[in-house]
């Protein structure tokens, strides 16, 4: 599975961005997906995941600082794993990366680098 994030920049405090994870290779479907974001001087932090059900059986969670702002959501006819993100603050700033995840097996994307900043 080879993942590419896209969907980063430069944005203002309080402005909105849209990440987006294209997924090649094995069926996209199969896979628990997230998005991971690392500053530097600082741990990887999980910020979105969502599982592999469909409807009633989709599950979202987010981490408590994002709650209410981000919204994680997948395309499984286009293999896209999205990140909306809004009211952005200076701290969401960092470099974002998702994951793919079946059986214990990991994949990643490279990351895409998000500013927010005036």
């Known amino acids: 599975v080879q993942l590419v994030e896209s969907g980063g920049g430069l944005v203002q405090p309080g402005g909105s961005l849209r990440l987006s994870c294209s997924g090649s290779?094995?069926?996209?479907?199969?896979?628990?997906l997230a998005w991971y974001r690392q500053s530097p001087g600082s741990q990887r932090e999980l910020v979105a995941e969502?599982?592999?059900?469909?409807?009633?059986?989709?599950?979202?969670s987010y981490a408590e600082s994002v709650n209410g702002r981000f919204t994680i959501s997948r395309e499984e006819s286009n293999g896209i794993v999205s990140l909306k993100m809004n009211d952005l603050k200076p701290e969401d700033s960092a470099v974002y990366c998702c994951?793919?995840?079946?059986?214990?097996?990991?994949?990643w994307g490279q990351g895409t680098q998000v500013n927010v900043a005036t």
């Open positions: 994951k793919a995840n079946v059986g214990g097996i990991k994949y």
């Open positions: 290779g094995r069926v996209f479907s199969y896979y628990n």
């Open positions: 969502i599982n592999t059900g469909v409807g009633s059986r989709q599950v979202k």
